[in-house]
């Protein structure tokens, strides 16, 4: 069974950086892309950032280029973003998600809350 | 970044009725798109991928159809459990986008 598990959300200050983690299992990892996806609250989605299945291929959305970094460790199963210089806009749950195919999301994990405020 | 627009942003309908929910992109995307259903405080779940592929256990009533810019998601007879948020994404190049969701409504 496919799970994909975040953590590392929480309140921070405007401004300031946090770092999602999200543990996958029940799958090859690395075999797969892998992708953030955030949803403020009462919003719709928003794509964030994904991975290629070796770091080769990355991409992120407009508004959080340049702050937010995606990685992997596969040796781990993890995915992680290192978010720097955190708006009220980046203020969402933040949700991981595996790739396959031409890069659709098959599986999604159950999020983790980003809370930014002073 | 390719913009993702889909119609209506809302939509009422009955048990039995049958729906279609379209998205438009701003380019073409071939067939690199996909269908998401999420219901409240829920996760989305993928429905249609490649346009019209229906994923593993997803009932036969949806179906996707469309290519280049154009695309639809119908359920044929609609079920209580349908009652959801439809989401569009495109995944032909990055940024990845999604369109900004149908909402689906008992009427």
């Known amino acids: 069974e496919v799970q994909l598990v975040e953590s590392g959300g929480g309140l921070v200050q405007p401004g300031r950086s946090l770092r999602l983690s999200c543990a996958a299992s029940g799958f090859t990892f690395d075999d797969y892309a892998m992708h953030w996806v955030r949803q403020a609250p009462g919003k719709g989605l928003e794509w964030v950032s994904g991975i290629s299945w070796n770091s080769g291929s990355i991409g992120y959305a407009d508004s959080v280029k340049g702050r937010f970094t995606i990685s992997r460790d596969n040796a781990k199963n993890s995915l992680y973003l290192q978010m720097n210089s955190l708006r009220a806009e980046d203020m969402a749950l933040y949700y991981c998600?595996?790739?396959?195919?031409?890069?659709?999301?098959?599986?999604w994990g159950q999020g983790t809350l980003v809370t930014v405020s002073s | 970044a390719i913009q993702l627009t889909q119609s209506p942003s809302s939509l009422s309908a009955s048990v039995g009725d049958r729906v279609t929910i379209t998205c438009r992109a701003s380019?073409?995307?071939?067939?690199?798109l996909a269908w998401y259903q999420q219901k409240p405080g829920k996760a989305p779940k993928l429905l249609i991928y490649?346009?019209?592929s229906l994923e593993s256990g997803v009932p036969s009533r949806f179906s996707g159809s469309g290519s280049g810019t154009d695309f639809t998601l119908t359920i044929s007879s609609l079920q209580p459990e349908d009652f959801a948020t439809y989401y569009c994404?495109?995944?032909?190049?990055?940024?990845?986008?999604f369109g900004q969701g149908t909402r689906l409504e008992i009427k």
């Open positions: 380019q073409g995307i071939s067939s690199a």
């Open positions: 998600a595996k790739g396959a195919g031409g890069n659709y999301l098959e599986y």
């Open positions: 490649d346009a019209s």
């Open positions: 994404q495109q995944f032909n190049s990055y940024p990845h986008t």
